[in-house]
DNA sequence: CATTTGACAGGAA
DNA sequence: CTTCCTGCCAAAT
């Protein structure tokens, strides 16, 4: 059986290039909807590029998931603190990918992952 | 087993 | 529209 955090990891690797899903959706599909805060916090364990190359992550069998953080927003379409370079250049891969943009924020009415 | 923490969400002021 | 407060959950210590 997968943890949460596993399921989370699992669930946000699927997000399709131009969609995002907010915290909340991810807990959904983790199963617990009123999770979001612990996606969040499963998220900064975050098994990312930046700390694929951690032991601690190739320990607890977490090497191949290369979380797309960028893909996961809050449920105002607004990022909190992902940051692998600033939110504005995250911002920018966003766009690049085709999600869009309403102002500062995401436009969750068009690019939320299956709605 | 109990306490603390955190990349959240929603409502109220 | 922005800020503060409260509720909720899982993981780490």
Redesign the pocket.
């Known amino acids: 059986m997968k ?4 399921k989370v990891y699992d669930i946000v690797k699927q997000i399709p290039p131009g969609k995002v899903l ?3 959706d991810v807990a959904k599909l983790a ?2 909807p ?13 098994p ?1 590029e930046s700390s694929l190359h951690s032991r601690e992550n190739l320990l607890k069998g977490i090497h191949k998931s290369i ?1 797309p ?1 960028h893909r ?1 927003v ?3 379409g607004a990022m ?3 940051a692998f370079g600033g939110e504005s250049v995250k911002i920018e891969i966003l766009k690049k990918e085709g999600v869009v943009f309403k102002g500062d924020k995401v436009d969750l009415n068009l690019s939320r992952w299956k709605k």
């Open positions: 943890s949460f955090s596993q907010t915290y909340q199963g617990s009123k999770a979001s805060r612990a996606v969040g916090s499963a998220m900064k364990n975050n990312d979380i953080c996961v809050g449920s105002n909190h603190g992902f």
